[in-house]
T-cell receptor, first 110, second 113 residues
Framework: RKEVEQDPGPFNVPEGATVAFNCTYS??????FFWYRQDCRKEPKLLMS???SGNEDGRFTAQLNRASQYISLLIRDSKLSDSATYLC???????????FGQGTRLTINP | DGGITQSPKYLFRKEGQNVTLSCEQN?????MYWYRQDPGQGLRLIYY???????QKGDIAEGYSVSREKKESFPLTVTSAQKNPTAFYLC????????????FGDGTRLSIL
C-alpha cells in the first residue's frame, strides 16, 4: 500500500461548483499534513496546512480524520483559476522528510 | 526577497556527461531536498540534507550525488550512471527538519541531447 494515495482524477467541474477530494495515508502515527497546489510545468506551492481541528482559508477547507486516516480538501465557489493539480503531503513518523501523493488534477470549466 | 533559486532553468545533457544543478536558499533553512518529477507523476525524493556536511539518500538516489558544504547551497549532480535523467528537478527547503512545510524553487528541466 502506498504511503499516500490520491485519486488522480481528472475532476472536471463547472465554475461556481463545490468540489472535494480526499487523500488517504497508511501510517496512523503520521504527524504533519499539507495540501499543495501545482500549476502545469511549475513548482508546487503550499496551499494550506491541515490541523486536527480542521481549518479554513477563504473558499478552501481542509480536514483531518485520524480514525479513518484521510485528509480532505473542499473548494467552494470554484474559480477558473483553481484549475491545477492538488498534492496531498504527509510527514510519516520518525521521518525527516515529507511524502507527496501523486496529485489530483482539477479543471474548472466556464 | 528571501527564497530558493534554482539554475539553470533548462539544461541539456549529452551521453556520458555529468551535469550539476544549482540550488541556493537565503531563508536560513536547515533542511534542503531534491525531488524528481516525471510527466503526470508525483514527486520522488532523490536526496535530502538536514544539516551542513550531512545528507541522506531518498527513494531514487542511484545515479545522483549531492554535497552540502554550506547551509545555503545544495547542488545536485546527475551522473552518467543515471540512464533516464530527463525530468523536472525541484529543490526545496524547510525550517523544520521534516515536520514543517517545504518551500520550492522554480525547478530545472533536464533533457537528453
Amino acid at each position: 500500500r502506498k504511503e499516500v494515495e490520491q485519486d488522480p482524477g481528472p475532476f472536471n467541474v463547472p465554475e461556481g461548483a463545490t468540489v472535494a477530494f480526499n487523500c488517504t495515508y497508511s501510517n496512523s502515527a503520521s504527524q504533519s499534513f499539507f495540501w499543495y497546489r501545482q500549476d502545469c510545468r511549475k513548482e508546487p506551492k503550499l496551499l494550506m496546512s491541515v490541523y486536527s481541528s480542521g481549518n479554513e482559508d477563504g473558499r478552501f477547507t481542509a480536514q483531518l480524520n485520524r480514525a479513518s486516516q484521510y485528509i480532505s480538501l473542499l473548494i467552494r465557489d470554484s474559480k477558473l483559476s483553481d484549475s491545477a493539480t492538488y498534492l496531498c503531503v504527509v510527514n510519516p513518523p520518525r521521518a525527516q522528510k515529507l511524502v507527496f501523493g501523486q496529485g489530483t488534477r482539477l479543471t474548472i470549466n466556464p | 526577497d528571501g527564497g530558493i533559486t534554482q539554475s539553470p532553468k533548462y539544461l541539456f545533457r549529452k551521453e556520458g556527461q555529468n551535469v550539476t544543478l544549482s540550488c541556493e536558499q537565503n531563508l536560513n533553512h536547515d533542511a534542503m531536498y531534491w525531488y524528481r518529477q516525471d510527466p503526470g507523476q508525483g514527486l520522488r525524493l532523490i536526496y535530502y540534507s538536514q544539516i551542513v556536511n550531512d545528507f541522506q539518500k531518498g527513494d531514487i538516489a542511484e545515479g545522483y550525488s549531492v554535497s552540502r558544504e554550506k547551509k545555503e547551497s545544495f547542488p545536485l549532480t546527475v551522473t552518467s550512471a543515471q540512464k533516464n535523467p530527463t525530468a523536472f528537478y525541484l529543490c526545496a527547503s524547510s525550517i523544520d527538519r521534516g515536520l514543517g512545510p517545504q518551500h520550492f524553487g522554480d525547478g530545472t528541466r533536464l533533457s537528453i541531447l
